[in-house]
């Protein structure tokens, strides 16, 4: 016999390395993913059998199984060490029914990184299949399959076929639709401010009014601003008051499932699908030459801030040997979890602190090397200390009118040494450095500018900030954040412009609908509660059954009351405002299931379709006859052809400015760089400033 050790994962890289550890007694095999689910054709699940599901061999799967059965029969003993989540311990209990393997033997081995250390001592350690995970995760399962096939028949009879409606998603589109009703129901209000430069020994530093005479005064029309800047008769200002403090600034805690992906979108300007991607491969092995594949992160679906006492010890001793015994913390404070974290793993961290973002320069290739220096940058900065910055905070007063200058210095980097956390708005806090200024000194002016402005309403979210509103209100878990996400844009109920998510009239549709008849499945609350009960299934303190009949009996009579009560929605088709080149009928706007497109209004007879794209108002600067125009590929990423495809073929990711360069007469795009964007020649012959 070859080997006398069977043991199976999910995916063939995690199985090639997790071979190399283990040595020639085991056989590493993957199951590609899940092998067992619900039939795709039907609801799969007895309601009036205790919610028994019906599951079957996944289509495809048949020669897989085939040899994981023969490969099982030539063991001694066969091991299960699919992902330590509730959805990995689900595939070994599948796997374990496939198989005719014991659920009482201790055959199921779990850890969370993919290192010799802790893979050889896991199976150490084996344990039985923990039904209370499975349970919970069959019971999420079983939810999900229950709204998602009671409600998409409705959809389809009463809207249009072809959309349907999920448990989680449907809180998301909700969250997304709500946003944009407070966008269209905000009304600006006009506000003022006074903006002052002023010099100090030949040095220029910025200050705003506050008030007059010792009171915080707003400014709403201009009136307000000239009673204001009208008492300003002279250019002197007398300093009034200076307050000089020392702030602390905390690291951040090491990443979460959810942190990770709000930080690789602002500071990465990765997608959360990328993201996760790359995490996968990082944790589930890279190749380091001589030292073979390592595993080289912990398991990235994670709700914990918690990381292990040896990686504490580690980076502590990295850190004083890089940085000075100064920078490391020692001790730091204890982070609360979110509420409701599962906390069943730690947070996601380097395998090994001393494996520096250099050290694996020529081994990591480029989108994984940044995601890589991000999580360890991260786990480093945790482990030192805060940073401490010198404060200061200057009154200037002429005639009771009182301007505030406010500066700030860095007195000792700390963990700033290594990261700075991002911000919503991708800049990161800068040092503003004031001159040095005492009580009674006299300033001078440069200028006093009133600016105008208007209240801006809410933003629509972006990836980073959705993930952290559903995070917040304890919606879905970490390894539902990314395909929530990618379910609401594929479904076209949302799509992204500039990065931010905007509702469809499809989604909105649907949206109503599901809000008016089944209100508790778009009920954030709800959906949060529903969290927590499956929370408590995995602990064993509930049975998923009753979990699950909670839901469905109300959730059942809504069914019943929308099929008689919805009316069927006539989507109109919109007039295009011109005539079909084929057959001379009118065209028409039809919304179809990626969106809107051009159809001619004689169909079934003529089926000609166009597909609507937006002209840049370039012409082609390949045939020169057609408009450049904005298109979209199959993975929705924006690229530029021209009208007169076929016939022409010019298409570029970038986009075209109108004019040749200036070296070489190729054509100049716009390319979108860090701060702006920038007009370059193709060839790297030319480039323009950046474009702020």
């Known amino acids: 016999m070859a080997y006398k050790y069977l043991v199976i994962v999910e995916s063939p890289a995690k199985a090639k390395t997790i071979e190399k550890y283990l040595g020639r007694n085991y056989k590493v095999v993957a199951s590609v993913g899940h092998i067992r689910d619900l039939p795709k054709s039907k609801m799969g699940i007895d309601v009036e059998n205790h919610y028994e599901p019906h599951y079957i061999s996944i289509r495809g799967k048949g020669d897989v199984i085939k040899e994981l059965r023969k490969a099982a029969k030539k063991a001694e003993k066969v091991f299960l060490a699919s992902d330590p989540d509730r959805e990995g311990e689900a595939i070994a209990w599948h796997l374990a029914y496939l198989l005719g393997l014991d659920l009482n033997d201790k055959n199921r081995v779990v850890f969370n990184e993919i290192t010799k250390e802790a893979v050889k001592a896991a199976f150490k350690e084996p344990r039985t299949i923990d039904i209370n995970r499975v349970d919970a995760q069959q019971a999420r399962r079983i939810l999900d399959r229950l709204v998602g096939y009671s409600l998409s028949p409705i959809l389809w009879r009463k809207v249009k076929k072809g959309l349907s409606a999920g448990r989680v998603q449907s809180v998301a589109l909700k969250i997304i639709i709500d946003r944009e009703k407070e966008i269209r129901q905000f009304k600006p209000e006009e506000y003022w401010t006074i903006e002052g430069n002023f010099l100090k020994a030949r040095k220029k530093f910025k200050a705003n009014f506050w008030g007059v005479a010792g009171k915080k005064q707003k400014l709403q029309t201009q009136e307000d601003v000239e009673s204001i800047t009208k008492r300003l008769t002279k250019r002197e200002f007398e300093v009034k008051k200076v307050e000089k403090n020392e702030r602390k600034r905390n690291p951040a805690a090491p990443f979460t499932t959810s942190s990770m992906q709000q930080e690789a979108a602002r500071k990465l300007n990765f997608r959360t699908r990328k993201t996760m991607m790359v995490a996968q491969q990082l944790y589930e092995g890279i190749s380091l030459g001589k030292q073979g594949t390592v595993g080289l992160i912990t398991y990235m679906r994670t709700d914990s801030k918690r990381i292990a006492d040896s990686a504490k010890a580690e980076v502590t001793g990295f850190i004083e040997e890089t940085y000075g015994a100064e920078f490391a913390a020692h001790s730091t404070k204890k982070l609360a979890n979110a509420q409701g974290s599962q906390d069943a793993h730690e947070a996601i961290r380097p395998t090994s602190s001393l494996r520096t973002p250099q050290s694996l320069e020529k081994y990591l290739d480029k989108d994984q090397m940044k995601l890589y220096s991000l999580i360890w940058s991260r786990l480093v900065a945790s482990q030192m200390k805060p940073a401490i910055l010198d404060t200061m905070k200057v009154t200037l007063e002429q005639d009771e009118v009182m301007f505030i ?108 609908l599901v809000e008016e008849f089944f209100p508790q499945i778009v009920d954030v609350h709800f959906t949060a509660e529903m969290e927590e009960n499956l929370d408590r299934v995995e602990e064993g303190k509930e049975e998923w059954v009753n979990i699950v009949d909670r839901f469905y009996r109300p959730f059942e009579k809504e069914l019943t009351e929308a099929e008689e009560k919805i009316e069927k929605i006539q989507i109109k088709d919109e007039p295009a405002g011109f005539d079909c080149e084929l057959c001379g009928h009118p065209m028409v706007i039809k919304l179809g299931k990626y969106g809107k497109f051009y159809a001619c209004s004689n169909f079934p007879d003529c089926r000609n379709t166009k597909p609507i794209v937006k002209e840049i108002g370039v012409p082609c600067p390949v045939c020169h006859e057609g408009q450049v125009v904005e298109r979209k590929s199959k993975k929705n ?56």
């Not at 700033?416 to 919503?424: L, N, P, Q, S, T």
């Not at 690229?639 to 298409?651: D, K, L």
């Open 405 to 512: 200058a406010n500066g700030s210095k860095v007195k000792f980097q700390g963990f700033m040494k290594v990261y700075v956390e991002g911000r919503d708005d991708g800049k990161e806090d800068k040092e503003n450095i004031l001159p040095e200024l005492a009580v009674g000194d006299i300033v001078k002016s440069v200028d006093i500018e009133p600016k105008q402005h208007f209240t801006q309403p809410p933003a629509r979210f972006s990836e980073a900030t959705l993930i952290r509103t559903l995070e917040e209100n304890g919606v879905g878990r970490p390894s539902t954040y990314a395909p929530t996400l990618e379910t609401i844009q594929r479904r076209y109920y949302v799509k992204l412009a500039q990065k931010r998510f905007e509702p469809t009239e499809l989604g909105e549709i649907v949206n109503n």
């Open 637 to 692: 990423r924006i690229f530029y052809g021209c009208t007169n495809y076929p016939t022409c073929e010019f298409t570029s990711w970038d986009k075209p400015v109108g004019r040749d360069c200036p070296k070489c007469t190729h054509y100049l795009v716009e390319k979108k760089v860090k701060g702006g964007k920038q007009v370059i020649c193709p060839t790297g012959d030319y480039e323009e400033d950046v474009q702020k």
